[in-house]
T-cell receptor, first 113, second 113 residues
């Protein structure tokens, strides 16, 4: 079985500040990990994915995430927040091929002017 | 390339009435998912199809929910009868296969009154 923990439900940063959204996973096999973003009244859009290649993964809109097996973490970062980054962010894990995609509860990111 | 298309976007029904949601996945995608997303929560898998076959429906409440994927393309999710607690967003997603990332539709927001 696999699971995802996203601590906290809300993160607020100032425009231009570092964004750090935390994700810890549990998986009995090497995982595939994903970050999705959801804007109000929209579906989920893939930001980036880790599939056992490079541990530092770059995604769209300047986001990146680093897979750390020793910490079972896959935290999402962006050096400089923009107002348009305000949204809900979901971390998800797939425990190996052909297994189901399990999502965390999500984190709401607010960006202050 | 067209994305995952869902209809309707919004649906309001009275409790005990039936309701159906439709999903057209990305062309060529063999895997189709239906997810339930409650307010403030991450998506939870209801059912996953590989072509026409439902390979994971363990979380589908089969007493009132049913789904089908005719000819391995479009899919329909039905609730009969609907209950107040079914009010949520129903997301459809598709992927090339069970190993690749899922692309989501915009969802159907169901309100049961």
């Amino acid at each position: 079985a696999q699971s995802v923990t996203q601590l906290g439900s809300h993160v607020s940063v100032s425009e231009g500040a570092l964004v750090l959204l935390r994700c810890n996973y549990s998986s009995s096999v090497p995982p595939y990990l994903f970050w999705y973003v959801q804007y109000p009244n929209q579906g989920l859009q893939l930001l980036l994915k880790y599939t056992s290649a490079a541990t530092l993964v770059k995604g769209i809109n300047g986001f990146e995430a680093e897979f750390k097996k020793s910490e079972t973490s896959f935290h999402l970062t962006k050096p400089s927040a923009h107002m348009s980054d305000a949204a809900e962010y979901f971390c998800a894990v797939r425990a190996g091929a052909n297994s189901k995609l399990t999502f965390g509860k999500g984190i709401t990111l607010s960006v202050r002017p | 390339e067209a994305g995952v298309v869902q209809s309707p976007r919004y649906k309001i029904i009275e409790k005990k009435q039936p309701v159906a949601f439709w999903c057209n996945p990305i062309s060529g995608h063999n895997t189709l998912y239906w997810y339930l997303q409650n307010l403030g929560q991450g998506p939870e898998l209801l059912i996953r199809y590989e072509n026409e076959e439902a390979v994971d429906d363990s979380q589908l409440p089969k007493d009132r929910f049913s789904a089908e994927r005719l000819k391995g393309v479009d899919s329909t999710l039905k609730i009969q009868p609907a209950e107040l607690g079914d009010s949520a967003v129903y997301l459809c997603a598709s992927s090339l296969n069970g190993n690749t990332e899922a692309f989501f539709g915009q969802g159907t927001r169901l309100t049961v009154v």
